[in-house]
C-alpha cells in the first residue's frame, strides 16, 4: 500500500514537471544564449540517422533526449572534450555520448557504474529482471556493445559506485552526466561530489527529472541549481535538464 501511494505521489509530480516543461519551452525560444547551449548546425533527423544504433539498447532515453545529448557534446569547440556518466547500464546514452565525442579528435567519455544491476528501489527489480536473462556479466556485455558498434575507443570504464570512483578521479569535466540511483541522497551526494570537476563554461545534465517512478533528480534541480547562479541556461527537454556552469 505504501508502494502505491509513493507512486501516485511520484505521478502527481510528473504532472507538475509537465506544466512547467511548456514554461521552459517558451523560456528558451526567447533565450538568447541557447545557442552556446546546444548547437542546431545538424538537423534532428540527421542526428538520429547517425545515432540510430542508439535504438537497438536496451535502456531510457527518448530520442528528443538523444538528439540533445549529441548536440551539446559536438557543441563543444574543444578538441579534447571530457565527458563523465554516471550510470550507464547497457549503454544506451553511453554510445550516442561516444558518437558525439567522434567530433572531438581527443574526446574522452568515462562511464561510472558498478555493473552489478544496482539502483534505486524501483529501477533496481528492473535491472535484476533484465540482468537474469542477460548471460554474461553486464560490464562485458556493455563493452561487447560499445565495440559491436565501434565506440569503445571513446570510453573508459570506471567501474564501481559513483561515490567511491570520485575518491580517485580528479580530471576537469566538459559535461557530466548524473543518471545513477535516483533516490535524492544519492543524486545529491553524485551532484556535490562531481560537480565541482566541471570547467567553468561546461555543462551538467541530470536525466529522469520528473520521471514518475522517483523524484530525486527532480528535487536536487529544483533545490540546488534552479536558483544557485553558478548555473545558468537551465534546459528541460523531456526528462533531460541541462545547466551551464558559469562559476
Not at 55 to 76: D, F, N, Q, R, T
Not at 117 to 136: F, L
Request: proline fraction near 2%; charged fraction near 25%.
Amino acid at each position: 500500500e505504501l508502494e502505491n501511494i509513493q507512486y501516485f505521489k511520484n505521478v502527481l509530480n510528473y504532472t507538475e514537471t509537465l506544466a512547467k516543461k511548456y514554461s521552459n519551452l517558451l523560456h528558451s525560444i526567447s533565450n538568447k544564449d541557447i545557442a552556446s547551449t546546444i548547437n542546431d548546425s545538424y538537423n534532428d533527423q540527421v542526428i538520429l540517422q547517425i545515432i540510430r544504433d542508439y535504438m537497438k539498447i536496451e535502456g531510457w532515453l527518448s530520442a528528443c533526449e538523444a538528439v540533445a545529448l549529441y548536440k551539446l557534446i559536438h557543441s563543444i569547440d574543444n578538441e579534447n572534450v571530457t565527458v563523465c556518466e554516471i550510470g550507464s547500464w547497457l549503454g544506451k546514452s553511453s554510445y550516442v555520448l561516444a558518437c558525439a565525442l567522434n567530433a572531438h579528435k581527443n574526446g574522452k567519455l568515462f562511464c561510472v557504474d558498478p555493473f552489478n544491476a544496482a539502483g534505486d528501489d524501483t529501477s533496481k527489480k528492473i535491472y535484476q529482471r533484465t540482468k537474469k536473462q542477460i548471460p554474461t556479466p553486464l560490464i562485458e556485455k556493455f563493452k561487447k556493445t560499445m565495440k559491436e558498434l565501434g565506440v569503445l575507443d571513446k570510453i573508459e570504464i570506471l567501474k564501481g559506485y559513483s561515490h567511491k570512483v570520485i575518491k580517485n578521479f580528479n580530471k576537469p569535466l566538459d559535461v557530466l552526466f548524473i543518471d545513477g540511483d535516483h533516490e535524492y541522497k544519492a543524486v545529491l551526494r553524485d551532484y556535490k561530489d562531481w560537480s565541482k570537476l566541471i570547467k567553468k563554461g561546461g555543462f551538467i545534465v541530470f536525466h529522469d527529472v520528473g520521471a514518475a517512478h522517483t523524484t530525486g533528480p527532480k528535487e536536487v534541480v529544483e533545490l540546488e541549481l534552479v536558483k544557485n547562479r553558478n548555473w545558468t541556461n537551465h534546459l528541460l527537454i523531456d526528462e533531460l535538464y541541462i545547466a551551464k556552469k558559469i562559476k
